[in-house]
């Protein structure tokens, strides 16, 4: 049972144009989404956030946008370089101790991007 | 560079041996994590601690016990493994629970 899903394995695009990943999710207990980058060898790095509240949070060239009745979120890169090629994990939680669930994130398969010069 | 600090970095052990993984952070985070995490699949979550307190087991075999001396330190003793246990070990800290977690760089365990 896969409560988080990114359905697209990879994404190729051309540097200076914009890159966006997609995820989903089936729990609508969830309240607290982020995006993490993987490089190989390398833990998840931190990108953005978003909370259940809101339906929108931009960070420089980094944009997540919050589609609750649809239970989509996706990651918008403008403009991409080629320095954004990693895999991307979109991931979901309770914020609080709710069911005793308070803290563990949810992740999905991973997409990863390959920017080309 | 990372804020949350793993060592060792690679572990080679034979399934008799007894090690710990070892996860240090100094942002005053009060929750810490341990993941993890297969070739080409996400992280899973293990364990969660909460001001020092175990607050979540995954349901994780007893071969792996947690430990949390302090809020800075987070410790992961290991014994008794399998081969399938190897695998790529993630610490991760946060200040809250709806605050993002950030992670270590792993341990890379493999179980001969």
């Known amino acids: 049972d896969q409560q988080v899903k990114q359905n697209s394995p990879s994404l190729s695009v051309q540097e200076g144009r914009i890159s966006i990943l997609n995820c989903d999710y089936t729990?609508?207990?969830?309240?607290?989404f982020l995006w993490y980058k993987k490089y190989p060898a390398e833990g998840p790095t931190f990108l953005i956030s978003i909370s259940s509240i809101k339906d929108k949070n931009e960070d420089g060239r980094f944009t997540v946008f919050l589609n609750k009745s649809a239970k989509h979120l996706s990651l918008h890169i403008v403009p991409s370089q080629p320095g954004d090629s990693a895999v991307y994990f979109c991931?979901?939680?309770?914020?609080?101790?709710?069911?005793?669930?308070?803290?563990?994130?949810?992740f999905g398969q991973g997409t990863e991007l390959s920017v080309k010069p | 560079d990372t804020e949350v600090t793993q060592t060792p970095k690679h572990l080679v052990m034979g399934m008799t041996n007894k090690k710990s993984l070892k996860c240090e952070q100094h942002?005053?985070?009060?929750?810490m994590y341990w993941y993890k995490q297969k070739a080409k699949k996400p992280p899973e979550l293990m364990f969660v601690y909460s001001y020092e307190k175990l607050s979540i087991n995954e349901s994780v075999p007893s071969r792996f016990s947690p430990e949390c001396p302090n809020s800075s330190l987070l410790n992961l003793h290991l014994h008794a493994l399998q081969p399938e246990d190897s695998a790529l070990y993630l610490c991760?800290?946060?200040?809250?629970?709806?605050?993002?977690?950030?992670f270590g760089d792993g341990t890379r365990l493999s179980i001969l």
């Open positions: 991931a979901a939680s309770h914020g609080t101790m709710i069911y005793n669930q308070g803290g563990k994130l949810i």
């Open positions: 942002m005053g985070h009060r929750a």
């Open positions: 991760a800290s946060s200040q809250d629970y709806n605050q993002p977690q950030h």
């Open positions: 729990n609508s207990m969830f309240d607290y």
